[in-house]
């Protein structure tokens, strides 16, 4: 069985009878490790409910989703939220971080909710913000953070718990360009580096450049464009 | 613990408001029933610390002793009966003391004058002094408090309205009756301040409030059927019986329930206004993995922490209090009833922080990533 990400004809319906409306319409798409994919496509195509769906957030009216080789279709809630905290990585689209914690603990937060937390954690988490140039911020708090600090500190928080795959929802809309750029560089580099299959949602056709595929969502149908 | 506490270290102000609220919660909480102790104590200690199990009482007198005569005849027959194996008469009489021949205020102290066979069961232990002896029958061991009223060990006093005078041979401690202290004497002296006025016995010999019983297993209802007028009651319905004891207990009771059914609704809307403040931060968790156990755990470890530490500045300000307090202050506060209601405030704050738990669970993850509006 392969790792990294596989969709199956998945459909997703909101709604019941006549209100009924189909968000997504039979996707399927298969991301292995190494590889980035972007989507793209207007506004309520269905691209966020797509991501929820990769993301273990919300479950498909019909087909299957497979994470890291595991069907996540049939689980329980409480089975999905292990899920979403080993196999899964999501960038959001502001960076949500938690107020009151300095960036440090931002990942050590996310460690705790696996469980003890060891010395080697600290380190790797250590590590990790330095290798995203945060070394010097550890503990500062959000709201004495850029915008581009912030988001690289979700990325961080994304990568905490080595997840196989990476989901990022629009991760550069609040940046400007130059920032936007370096956030998105980041997440290439991280996908090459420790192979994480990532897909990444967006507006800006001048983030494509770093991705390896290009797909695009009209209506609930996903097309590959390059 | 984690969370909760990095929490506390970033919104200091906020928490502490709440603690604020929470210590003065139960500051009260510990004053009220430190009162209510007090005032039960002095209405009832003589009874309270009484080695007796159960009380026989004139029927028809609602369990009161000063409703209450009988003779002292019973006593004899009472001892017979299964189960019982002691008895012991006693008199109780409200009076005042005078000290010397003084007419002045603080020289009239109220007492009450009870009356019980020497050496028997009833007679407390002797903290200064010596205990009753019938040689010396006009001898009283009184309550130490009327030492603080300038009464001294081999002081004699007179009664108001009575040619009887009584020398304090010994004093014992914890001994109030009805709000003042207890003076124990002979029977014989406790019948000559009681029935001074002639026919005040009804005629009856040996007369006597009560008669009190050992005796683990007594059956009230023997007692009753083989002493024909008699109504028997366990220390503890005899202690209700006192004059104003239930009412007044009832009221600090009463007055307790409210302030903590109160304290349990304030601290809930408290507790759960700042879950709704977090649903965002609580739903990003969600998103990254979070159970519901570890949020509910968040908030329970900080209210949790939170209460305990006023629950301490409480008990610490009701002792600093306490140590203030005027001496004639009925305040009693015990452990025992310090850890009681300790542990109900932490009970009341933890569920009336269970409906913020409730709401997390309901919080849906998606709602981090600004889908649900
Ligand atoms: N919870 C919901 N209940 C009902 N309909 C929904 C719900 N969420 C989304 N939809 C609908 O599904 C469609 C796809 O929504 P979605 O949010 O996935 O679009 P999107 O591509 O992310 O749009 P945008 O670029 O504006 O974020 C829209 O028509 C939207 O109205
Ligand atoms: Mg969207």
Redesign the interface.
Same mark, same amino acid.
């Given at each position: 069985m392969s790792k990294g990400l596989q969709i199956q004809n998945v459909t997703k319906y909101y709604g019941e009878g006549m209100n009924r409306l189909t968000a997504l319409d039979r996707v399927s798409i298969e991301v292995e490790p190494g590889e980035f994919a972007a989507v793209v496509g207007p506004s309520g195509s269905g691209k966020?409910t797509f991501?929820?769906i990769a993301?273990a957030?919300?479950q498909a009216s019909e087909g299957e989703v497979r994470v890291n080789g595991k069907s996540i279709s049939k689980l329980s809630a &409480?089975e999905l939220?292990?899920?979403?905290?080993?196999d899964?990585g999501?960038i959001?689209?502001?960076s949500?971080l938690?107020?009151?914690?300095n960036v440090m603990?931002q990942l050590?937060?996310?460690k705790?909710?696996?469980g003890k937390v060891s010395a080697a954690d600290k380190t790797h988490a250590h590590r990790l913000l330095d290798d995203l140039g945060l070394g010097s911020k550890l503990k500062s708090?959000p709201e004495k953070l850029s915008g581009g600090e912030k988001q690289r500190v979700a990325i961080a &928080?994304a990568l905490i718990?080595n997840p196989s795959v990476i989901l990022a929802?629009e991760p550069t809309a609040s940046l400007d360009t130059q920032r936007a750029y370096e956030v998105v560089n980041l997440i290439a580099q991280e996908v090459k580096t420790r192979r994480k299959a990532a897909i990444m949602v967006t507006h800006d056709e001048r983030m494509l450049e770093h991705c390896d595929k290009v797909y695009h969502l009209e209506d609930g149908k996903l097309s590959l464009v390059r | 613990m984690?969370?909760a506490l990095?929490?506390f270290?970033?919104?200091k102000m906020r928490f502490f408001m709440i603690t604020i609220i929470f210590v003065l919660t139960a500051w009260l909480v510990f004053i009220l029933s430190g009162l209510g102790n007090g005032l039960s104590t002095l209405a009832a200690s003589t009874f309270q610390n009484m080695d007796a199990d159960y009380v026989i009482f004139e029927q028809g007198s609602q369990s009161s002793m000063s409703k209450s005569l009988l003779s002292n005849q019973l006593a004899v027959k009472a001892e017979q009966l299964p189960n019982v194996t002691a008895t012991s008469p006693m008199g109780i009489s409200m009076t005042t003391a005078r000290k010397g021949e003084s007419n002045r205020n603080e020289d009239k102290v109220d007492i009450a004058i009870i009356g019980i066979n020497p050496g028997s069961f009833l007679e407390p232990r002797f903290v200064a002094g010596h205990g009753l002896s019938p040689d010396k029958p006009d001898g009283v061991i009184v309550n130490e408090t009327l030492q603080d009223k300038g009464f001294q060990l081999g002081d004699t006093f007179q009664l108001d309205g009575s040619m009887e005078s009584l020398t304090i041979v010994g004093f014992v401690e914890n001994q109030t009756y009805n709000h003042v202290a207890s003076v124990f004497t002979s029977l014989s002296e406790w019948r000559k301040i009681a029935f001074a006025a002639p026919g005040s016995d009804k005629g009856i010999p040996d007369p006597v409030n009560a008669i009190m019983l050992q005796g683990k297993d007594i059956r009230p209802s023997d007692i009753d059927a083989n002493l024909p007028g008699t109504d028997t009651v366990t220390r503890g319905a005899a202690t209700q019986g006192l004059p104003g004891y239930k009412e007044e207990n009832g009221s600090i009771i009463m007055m307790l329930a409210f302030l903590l059914t109160i304290s349990a609704f304030v601290l809930g809307v408290f507790f759960y206004v700042i879950t709704m403040q977090k649903t965002?931060?609580f739903g990003?968790?969600?998103?990254?993995?979070?159970?519901n156990g570890?949020l509910g755990r968040v908030i329970l470890s900080q209210v949790f922490v939170l209460s305990l530490s006023s629950i301490v500045v409480g008990i610490l300000l009701t002792y600093g209090t306490a140590a203030v307090m005027p001496k004639e202050m009925p305040f009693k506060l015990s452990v025992d009833l310090v850890i009681v209601y300790s542990v109900i405030l932490l009970v009341i704050a933890l569920l009336s922080s269970l409906i913020s738990v409730r709401r997390i669970t309901k919080i849906d993850?998606?709602q981090?990533?600004?889908?649900v509006e």
């Open positions: 966020s991501l929820s993301g957030l919300l &409480r939220s292990a899920v979403r905290l080993r899964i999501f959001m689209q502001s949500n938690i107020p009151y914690l603990d050590i937060v996310v705790k909710m696996g708090f &928080r718990h929802d | 984690f969370l990095k929490e270290a970033h919104s965002h931060q990003i968790m969600k998103a990254i993995g979070a159970t570890f993850p998606l981090a990533l600004g889908r």
